[in-house]
C-alpha cells in the first residue's frame, strides 16, 4: 500500500499518520521530520534549509525530491509507504509518479479558520516524531509516548501559520485537482475528533 496524506499545516497528518502507520505497518516518512532532524543534526543539508524552513516558505524541490527518492530505497518501503507533507506541490508530484506512484492519496480536509489554534498549542517530540496539543495533554513537559523532552517549533507561531497556510493554498492545494483526475482522492472530514478522524481512514483503507 502506498499512501500519501494531504492536507493544510495542522490538519491532523502528523497525528494520523502514527496510528496509521502502527495498524498497518507502514513506514511513515514525513518531509518536514526529516528536514528537521537534519537541522537537529547540523548535517549539511539541515544548514541548507535552516532559514527557509523558519519563514513558512517551502525547500527547494531538487533537494526534497532526492530525500524522499533515497528514503523509499531503503529495505522497510519494499511493500509500501505513508507520505505526510510530500509531495507539497505539483513539481514534486510530478518527479514522485516516475519512481513510486502512489495508489491512495487521502486529503484530511479542515476549516483552515481553526487551524491557528491547533498549531499554536501543539508540543512536538523531535525523537519520536508525536504531535500533542495543550488540550489534551496539558503543560508537561515530557512526551506521553516515548518520554523525551517535547518543543514548540519554530514555525509554531501565529505569523509563520499565517504564511504556511498561504504556501499551502498556493502550491499544495493544487494537488487535490491532480490526484482526483488520477482517480485517487480520497476526502475525510477532519474536523472532528482524533478518533473519529482515524476510524473514517480505517473505514476507506479496509
Ligand atoms: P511539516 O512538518 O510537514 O508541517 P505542516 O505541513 O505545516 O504540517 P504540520 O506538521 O504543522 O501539521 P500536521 O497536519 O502534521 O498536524 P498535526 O497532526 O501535528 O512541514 C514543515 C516545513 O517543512 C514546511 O513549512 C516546509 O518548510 C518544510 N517541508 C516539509 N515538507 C516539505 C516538502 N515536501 N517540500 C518542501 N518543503 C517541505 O496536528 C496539529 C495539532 O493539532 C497537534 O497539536 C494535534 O494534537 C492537534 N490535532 C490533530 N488532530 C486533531 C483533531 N482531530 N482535533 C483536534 N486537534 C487535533
Ligand atoms: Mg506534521
Known amino acids: 500500500m502506498k499512501l500519501i496524506l494531504l492536507g493544510a499545516p495542522g490538519s491532523g497528518k502528523g497525528t494520523q499518520a502514527a496510528y496509521i502507520s502502527d495498524k498497518y505497518d507502514l513506514p511513515h516518512i514525513s518531509t518536514g521530520d526529516l528536514f528537521r532532524e537534519n537541522i537537529k543534526n547540523e548535517t549539511p543539508l539541515g544548514k541548507k534549509i535552516k532559514s527557509v524552513m523558519s519563514t513558512g516558505q517551502l525547500c527547494p524541490d531538487d533537494l526534497t525530491v532526492e530525500l524522499v527518492k533515497d528514503r523509499l530505497e531503503e529495505a522497510d518501503c519494499k511493500s509500501g509507504y505513508l507520505l505526510d507533507g510530500f509531495p507539497r506541490d505539483i513539481p514534486q ?3 514522485l509518479d516516475e519512481f513510486a ?10 476549516d483552515l ?9 501543539r508540543r512536538s517530540c523531535l525523537s ?22 517535547l518543543v514548540i517549533r519554530k514555525d ?51
Not at 101 to 110: C, L
Not at 131 to 148: E, L, Q, R, T
Not at 163 to 187: C, H, M, S
Open 101 to 110: 506512484s502512489p495508489d491512495v492519496v487521502i486529503e484530511i480536509k479542515v
Open 93 to 95: 508530484a510530478v518527479a
Open 113 to 121: 479558520a481553526k487551524v491557528e489554534h491547533r498549531i499554536t498549542g
Open 128 to 149: 519520536c516524531g508525536g504531535s500533542f496539543h495543550v488540550d489534551f495533554i496539558g503543560n508537561v513537559s515530557k512526551c506521553p509516548k516515548c518520554g523525551d523532552e
Open 156 to 206: 509554531d507561531n501565529p505569523i509563520t501559520v499565517k504564511e504556511r497556510l498561504e504556501v499551502y493554498e498556493n502550491q499544495t492545494a493544487p494537488l487535490i485537482d491532480y490526484y482526483k483526475k488520477q482517480g485517487k482522492l480520497v476526502v475525510i472530514n477532519g474536523d472532528q475528533s482524533i478518533e473519529n478522524v482515524f476510524s473514517d481512514i480505517v473505514k476507506v483503507l479496509g
